[in-house]
Each structure stands twice: as structure tokens, then as C-alpha cells.
């Protein structure tokens, strides 16, 4: 808000001290812009307005308006043209190297953004600087820059009219006659007019017959050089470009510098035009100096004329040079305040940042060594309860198991034995059969709690050798469908084997009971490495209300969802079941 208040008093300051314009010009037109781009955009096209006009002092005024409001860390195609136009200020006013400068900012920024439009812009401004403190080699590199980087299709409209085509090869031209080079000069300069008038350039035409002109008249063609001079006269003033037309007059004097009554009235007519029309000091400057060339030999009155002119235009350039190195210094400074405080306030939110930062680096690493103590804590009771569940199967296996296989013996012993009738020998039978059957559920409890078991492959291993001392010495055939593993092995928890196992365990006595089967076909095979799909078909009977194992099937149902997995049993020429579970690598 204080910047936006500075910025207002400057205007009305600048203002106060320019001269009335018109409603374009307005203070109330800007004070009712509502937004920073509009106040922008409105000081910047009124600087551009007064530069054509060839009011530098209210350009350049208007241009530090157009600054104030500007973020100064904002690289953007805004600033590039500020910068354009800036160095364009200081090339009217004779500041050849701070123009160099602000061409070169240019040129930073638009490859930042990697504007080629811009780029070739700032090349062009940095080329015609040198031209002026005769630095010509380097002023043809940068020439030669500007044309390689112009974009070949027609560029978007600008905040600024950027320089075209015939401006850079106009100003090639330009170099080549400094260095003496005419016919380079002619090649260049019909290359700008081409393009000039094709544009229709109203600035660009009769800059480059102007061109044609000096380059006749260093050719010692002084008829050549006047017809071309003549013909930018016509064009420029079309156009109101009246600083062409005065250095027009000029360069005719000089083409006619033998005829004292032709000589005499280009040099009443320059004098003239510069009564009548605001015309750019430096322009002036060329005149006067090409007048004191004519009459140095001819006329001492005019001569003497002539050099006060050139001193008079010198002085004010001086003082008016002074006062432009003091607003821009007064600008620059203005500008490097601004940058320092957004320097200070991004330290200062740095600063935050990294405070906030550190307090977070630090509750993370509390939060991490309490997670590590949890799971270091966690792993000890894991490991605790791993060591008890082995003692616990070992204990089964051990002390249980060996007293299960002790009863079986003596069963056996006591049925083999004459004196022990046939009631007797049915509750040995049944004794041996429950005992087998409580071994063998100890036996598949001790292996769903040993972890080395679990895998695929050892879930199939298990449940084929079960299967096939279940049919061993029956007419069924077991036949089971084999797949390859992964080179990783592919795990199936404890919990899960053991209510699989006892699934198809229940599948297979139904199978051996009632399905009067001959045949059973078992495949176990992972989808994808995502699904387990077990599948189990026989050719007997089928789904029969005779052979429907009840309980069974809804125990199986039970553990396959339990699992969120899905069961299918169907009769196709047998009974085929289908079960499906989730597999985790």
C-alpha cells in the first residue's frame, strides 16, 4: 500500500512538470485503472506514446511510473519490455551504455522465459548501442543474433511493438557503410525494404530509402543519393516521422553541397521543420553536423551557426543527460530497496520454514524411536509367543502324539488277541479309529503352527500325501495336476492351511463314501500369483441328496468365506468343487 501511495505522488509530481496531453494521457484515465496490470499497462503505453511523439523527458517519467508498480523479482515478459524500453530511452537520449545494459537485462530474462520474439529484441537494442560507441564488429554479432533468433511466424501482439524485421537488416546496412562495406550495405538494405514494404511499415520505408541514399552518396552517386532522399521525404512525411525527414534535408545538402541555391534551401527547410515540429535533439544534432560539413568551406556565418547549435545541443544533452542519470539512479535505488525488503521478508519466511521445519524433524524423531521401541517390543512378544506355540507343538507331537500311538498299539495288540469277543473287538475298532483320527488332526495342528511349512509347495506336498494314504489300497485313482513355482516362493499362513486342508480333507472321505467314484483328479495351482485355485473332480455320482454331505459342505463354506474366498460344487459328470482364496506373496 505505501509503494502504491509513492507511486501516485511520482505521477502527480511528473505530471505537474509535463506538458498537457491528450484525454489519452488523462490522470483520471489512470487513477481509475482498478488493478496493478491495468496501472502498469497504462503508464507503460503512455511512455511509449511520448516516445513516438519525441517527448523522451515525459517517456522516461512515465516509464519509472509504469517501474514503481512493478515487482522488480518478477522475471517476466513485462520486464523484458521495460527493459526495451528503457534502453530505446537511453539510445534518444545519447546513453549508449546504460542502453547496452538494459538490452543485456533484456536478453537475460526473455531466455529465462525463452521468448525468441524478445530475445531478438534485446539483441537488436544491444546492436544499434554499439553501433553508436562504434564497437561495429560487435554490433554486426548482435545483428546477426537478432535476425537467427526472429521467429518465422508472425509473433502474438505485445504490450510494446517490438521491432521487425527490416529494422535489423536496415541496421545491418547501417553497419556495413560504417565499415565501408557498400555492397554488403545494398544487400541488406534491400533485404529491410523487402520486408518494409511488405509490412507496410510506416516507419520502416522511408528509413530504408534514407539508407539507399548514403549508400549512393559514399558511392560518389550524389544524383542516385538525392533521388532516394527524396523519396524518404515523401514517405516519412506521410508517416509524421519528422526526425527522418530533418536528417533527409541533411544528407541532401550534402548531395547538392556544389549548388549554393539547392544547398541553401534544404538548410531553410531543416531550420524550419524544426520550428514547426518537435523533433529529437539528437536528429537535430545530425543535422546541424551535416551542415557544418557543407559550409566549413563555404559560408563562416552559417558555419559558426551551425557549431553554437551543436554546442547548445551538447549542453542540454549534458544537463538533460545529468537529469536522466539522476532519476535512474533515484529509480534504481527505488528498486533495490524494493528488492532488498522482498530479499529480508523471504529470509525472514525462510527463517519460519526452517524452524517449523526443525520442530517437525524433531517430534519425527520421537514418533520414530517410539515406532522402533513399539516394534522392538512388539518382535520380543512375537518372538516370546513363536517359542511358546513350538513348545506347545513340540509338546503335541511329543508327549500326546506318542500317547495316541500308544493306545493304537495296544488296540491293535487287544483285536489281534483270541480270548476277545465281537463286541469287544467293534469298541477296539472304534478306538482305533478315533485314535487315528485324533493323531492325525494332532499331526495337522503341529504342522499349521511350523513356520517352515509355509508355502505353496508345502501345502501341496501335505495334502498329496494325505490324499494318497487316504485312497492307498481303495480302486480310486488319485491323480494330482503339477505347477511350476516362481523363482520367489509363494506363502500361505498357518491358519489358512490348516482350514484348506481340513476342507478338502472333508471333500475327499465324501468322495471315498458316497460318490462310488473310480477316479479323482486334484489341482492346486496359483492365478497370477494373486489367486489360489483348488480344484477337486471325481466321476461318480455327483451331487446326489443320497451322498450330500451336510454339515460338511457348510463347514467348507464357512472356512473358504472366512478367508474371503468363494466355493462352488456342481455335478458335471461327478462332483466338481471349486475353491478360490486370496493369495499373498
Known amino acids: 500500500m505505501k509503494n502504491k501511495a509513492i507511486a501516485l505522488f511520482l505521477l502527480f509530481f511528473y505530471l505537474g512538470t509535463a506538458q498537457t496531453t491528450p484525454e489519452l494521457l488523462s490522470i483520471e484515465k489512470f487513477k481509475r485503472s482498478s488493478t496493478t496490470n491495468d496501472k502498469i499497462l497504462y503508464a507503460f503505453t503512455t511512455a ?69 520474439l524478445l530475445i531478438a529484441d534485446g539483441y537488436f537494442f544491444l546492436g544499434i548501442h554499439q553501433i553508436e560507441l562504434k564497437q561495429y564488429k560487435d554490433a554486426q554479432e ?59 511499415s510506416r516507419r520502416g520505408i522511408p528509413n530504408t530509402e534514407q539508407t539507399f541514399g548514403e549508400i549512393y552518396l559514399m558511392k560518389k552517386m550524389p544524383d542516385s543519393a538525392a ?5 524518404s521525404i515523401d514517405s516519412a512525411t506521410k508517416s509524421a516521422y519528422y526526425d527522418i525527414v530533418l536528417l533527409d534535408y ?25 520550428n514547426l515540429r518537435m523533433v529529437n535533439a539528437a536528429f537535430q544534432k545530425y543535422f546541424f553536423t551535416k551542415a557544418l560539413d557543407v559550409f566549413r568551406t563555404v559560408d563562416s556565418q552559417k558555419t559558426i551557426y551551425c557549431q553554437d547549435q551543436i554546442i547548445d545541443i551538447d549542453s542540454r544533452a549534458q544537463i538533460d543527460g545529468n537529469l536522466y542519470l539522476q532519476n535512474f539512479t533515484d529509480q534504481y535505488v527505488k528498486n533495490e530497496k524494493k528488492v532488498l525488503s522482498l530479499e529480508v521478508l523471504k529470509l525472514k519466511k525462510q527463517k519460519d520454514i526452517v524452524l517449523f521445519q526443525l520442530i517437525i524433524a524433531i517430534l519425527l524423531l520421537f514418533l520414530l524411536a517410539f515406532v522402533i521401541l513399539y516394534i522392538r517390543r512388539k518382535s520380543k512378544i512375537n518372538s516370546t509367543l513363536l517359542k511358546q506355540k513350538n513348545d506347545i507343538s513340540k509338546d503335541l507331537h511329543d508327549d500326546i502324539g506318542s500317547g495316541i500311538s500308544s493306545i493304537l498299539i495296544h488296540s491293535d495288540l487287544l483285536q489281534k488277541n483270541g480270548d ?34 509355509n508355502t505353496l509347495r508345502d501345502f501341496k506336498e501335505y495334502v498329496q500325501f494325505y490324499a494318497e494314504n487316504l485312497f492307498e489300497g481303495t480302486p480310486m485313482e488319485l491323480r494330482f495336476i503339477e505347477q511350476t513355482e516362481s523363482d520367489k516362493p509363494l506363502l500361505i499362513d498357518g491358519k489358512t492351511r490348516k482350514s484348506l486342508f ?37 466321476n461318480g455320482l455327483g451331487m446326489l441328496a ?40
Request: charge should be positive; glycine fraction near 4%.
Open 48 to 116: 511509449e506514446y511520448y516516445l513516438d511523439t519525441d517527448n523522451i523527458d515525459a517517456s522516461q517519467k512515465w516509464l519509472n511510473i509504469a517501474r514503481d508498480f512493478l515487482n522488480p523479482r518478477v522475471a517476466d515478459s513485462t520486464a523484458c519490455l521495460i527493459h526495451s524500453l528503457q534502453s530505446e530511452l537511453f539510445y534518444y537520449s545519447g546513453l549508449f551504455q546504460f542502453g547496452k545494459d538494459e538490452s543485456l537485462k533484456e536478453i537475460l530474462i526473455a531466455k529465462k522465459n525463452k521468448d525468441n
Open 142 to 200: 548482435s545483428l546477426w543474433k537478432s535476425s537467427k533468433i526472429y521467429p518465422k511466424v508472425q509473433a502474438p501482439k505485445r504490450m510494446r511493438a517490438i521491432i521487425q524485421n527490416e529494422h535489423i537488416y536496415n541496421n545491418l546496412a547501417q553497419v556495413k557503410i560504417k565499415l565501408h562495406e557498400l555492397d554488403s550495405a545494398f544487400f541488406y538494405n534491400k533485404k529491410a525494404y523487402d520486408f518494409a514494404l511488405k509490412a507496410k
Open 227 to 231: 533521388y532516394y532522399f527524396e523519396r
Open 250 to 274: 541533411g544528407f541532401l545538402m550534402q548531395c547538392h553541397s556544389n549548388n549554393a541555391k539547392l544547398r541553401e534551401a534544404f538548410y531553410q527547410k531543416g531550420l524550419q521543420l524544426m
Open 420 to 453: 476277545v469277543d465281537a463286541k469287544q473287538k467293534v469298541l477296539l475298532l472304534k478306538i482305533n479309529d478315533t485314535a487315528r483320527e485324533v493323531s492325525q488332526r494332532i499331526n495337522t495342528f503341529v504342522w499349521s503352527l511350523n513356520t517352515e511349512h
Open 502 to 538: 481340513f476342507g478338502l480333507k472333508e471333500i475327499f472321505n465324501n468322495v471315498l463314501k458316497h460318490s462310488q467314484a473310480s477316479k479323482i483328479t486334484v489341482k492346486i495351482v496359483a492365478l497370477d500369483k494373486k489367486i489360489l485355485l483348488i480344484e477337486v473332480k471325481d
Open 546 to 585: 443320497s451322498n450330500h454331505f451336510g454339515n460338511g459342505l457348510i463347514n467348507l463354506q464357512k472356512r473358504i468365506e472366512e478367508m474371503n474366498g468363494s466355493v462352488l460344487m456342481e455335478t458335471q459328470n461327478g462332483l466338481y468343487t471349486r475353491i478360490q482364496i486370496p493369495l499373498h506373496r
